[in-house]
């Protein structure tokens, strides 16, 4: 065995931020997320991947406790998930959030979408909101489409919109649940040129996605699920090079085909 082989994957990056620890989810029969250990340091990026059905969304949702969970601890920063109230409205400011649908609203503009969190959750004024969503919206590409409404503008323009409003938040992790399968195969990119650029930049991230090249390319380490549970895990060099389990094996088979 080499040295590196000894070393966790996750090592060299921060301290933990997000801690899963034991988590179980039933729905109802269904054991839809099984044993679930899982630690996230600060500035690393992690890539879920694995079948549909495997439980990929559930785990990315129940790390802002979109979903709640019936066993086990999951910890932000050292801090439990707060159960409800104000305590979790802070915390879901402290974890944005992108999902398949852009989930803006329609009757305000762009700039009032990203505007809105700043100012009614973290209280900014309005100009430094303004100012900062000006910013951030140049970053991912749409500054010149601020003064539009959602319906105006394309697929992938609206979810990088949404990855200016999770931004504006200053969150400390961003979770991303299939944010590019909504979109048609043009669109994909410029998304995910953005959520590159964001690794990039040391955001820490979990992102639930079937973009292999973005996998490839962005994460520091690979998660591999099926029927609710981690079945792997590893840097997506030796993942996609030489899966250790016959599921992944199968399942890059299927996919890496076409």
Avoid: W
């Avoid at 140049?138 to 931004?167: F, M, N, T």
């Avoid at 669109?187 to 820490?204: F, P, R, S």
């Amino acid at each position: 065995m080499t040295a590196q082989e000894t070393v966790p994957v996750s090592a060299g990056k921060g301290e933990p931020l997000v801690v899963l620890s034991d988590v179980q989810k039933h729905f109802g029969q269904l054991h839809a997320l099984k044993d679930i250990d899982l630690t996230v340091t600060r500035g690393e990026v992690v890539v879920v991947i694995g079948p549909s059905g495997s439980g990929k969304s559930t785990l990315c949702r129940t790390i802002n406790r979109l979903e709640t969970i019936d066993e086990g601890t999951i910890t932000l920063d050292g801090q439990p998930l707060p159960q409800e109230g104000k305590a979790l409205a802070a915390l879901r400011a402290e974890v944005g959030m992108v999902f398949q649908s852009f989930n803006l609203f329609a009757h305000k503009t762009i700039l009032e979408n990203v505007t809105l969190g700043p100012i009614k959750v973290r209280g900014m004024k309005k100009e430094t909101a303004e100012k900062k969503a000006r910013e951030l919206l140049d970053r991912v590409g749409v500054g010149h489409q601020a003064e539009k409404y959602p319906a105006q503008l394309s697929g992938g323009q609206q979810q990088r919109v949404a990855i200016a409003r999770a931004l504006a938040m200053e969150p400390k992790v961003m979770l991303f649940d299939e944010p590019t399968s909504a979109l048609d195969p043009e669109m994909i990119k410029e998304v995910l040129d953005v959520m590159v650029d964001l690794a990039q930049q040391g955001m820490t991230m979990v992102v639930v996605t079937h973009e292999m090249g973005f996998a490839r390319t962005a994460a520091d380490r690979v998660i591999f699920m099926a029927d609710g549970a981690i079945v792997e895990e590893n840097t997506p060099e030796e993942f996609f090079t030489n899966p250790s389990s016959d599921r992944a094996k199968d399942f890059l088979g299927k996919i890496l085909k076409h």
